[in-house]
C-alpha cells in the first residue's frame, strides 16, 4: 500500500503543520498530540488511539531529537523505521504525522532552551544531566507548532511527563498535558523502542527490572516506611540478576520527583538499568 491509498497526510515543514491544526481550530474541532521519536510500538499506539478516541484531528511526531542525547548516548544507533511507523499511525486513525528534518527543527544553533529545575535534577536527570532540557525545548517548540491542544504522553517515562507538565504549567502554554498508563510485554517488560537493542540473553531478563519495582510497592504496601530498605531490596533482586548493570532505583513523591528518605503515602518507585546497547527504564506508583 502507497502513501496514496491511506488516510493518514505524512508532512515535513512546521507551516504545514500549523496551517493543519489552525484550520481544525477554527472550524470548531480538538487537536490532540503525541510526540514521539519513532520506531513505533503498542505503547505509542495506545496513546494515538486515546487521542483519535477524545479529540477530532490527531498530530504524531516522529522526530529524534539531537538535542536529548548526550555525545556519548546513542543518537545514531538509535532505531529508525519511517515507512512501519506512517502504516502504524494510518492503523490507528492518525491525521497528521510530523516527520520534520533535523534542519526543519533546528535551521540555525539552538540559543534558546527550556529547563526546568528540580525536577529535572533527580534520576534521569542525575544519569543523564543534559537530557531533560533537550525534551523540554523540543516540546515546547512542538506545541507552540501545534496550538492549543491536549498532548498525549506515557507513564513510561514518568519524569519527562512530570517536566513537561510543568514547563506547560510554568510557561502558560495552552496545552493540556495528559498522562498515560504504560503498555507491557506479558511478562512484564516495559515497550520500549530500545527493547530492539537487547540480546536474546538480555531480553530474557530484562523483566527483573518490573519485578523488583513491584517487589518495592507491596514491601511498602506491606507497611515498610524506611525508603532505604525498599531500595536495598530492589537493587539486591536487580543485581543478583544482572550483575553489574543496575543504574539506579530510586523512591520519590510522585509530584516534586524528589527521592524519599520514609516512604509517603503515595510513592513512586523507579529505576534504570543499563546493558551492552540499551538503557531500560521503568517505574510503579504505589499508596499506603
Ligand atoms: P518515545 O518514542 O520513546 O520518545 O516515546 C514517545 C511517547 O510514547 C512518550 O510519551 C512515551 O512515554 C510513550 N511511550 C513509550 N513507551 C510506552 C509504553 N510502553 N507505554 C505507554 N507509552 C509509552
Redesign the pocket.
Known sequence: MGWADMAVEVVTTIAEVRQRTDAVRRHGGTVGL??????L?D??V??FERSVAERSFTVATVFVNPLQFAPTEDLAAYPRDPDGDIALADAAGVDVMFMPSADEMYPRPVLTTVSVADISTTMEGASRPTHFAGVATVVAKLFAIVGPCRA??????YQ??AVVRRMASDLSLPVEVVA?????EPDGL????RNVHLTADERAVAPVLHRALQLGASLIRDGETDANVVRTRMSAMIDQALGGELDYVEVADPDTLQTQVRCGPHSRLFGAIRFGRARLIDNVGVTR
Open positions: 503525541i510526540p514521539t521519536m519513532g520506531y510500538h505503547g505509542h495506545s496513546l498525549y504522553f506515557g507513564e513510561k517515562d519527562q511527563v498515560c498508563p504504560t503498555l507491557r516495559a515497550r520500549s523502542s
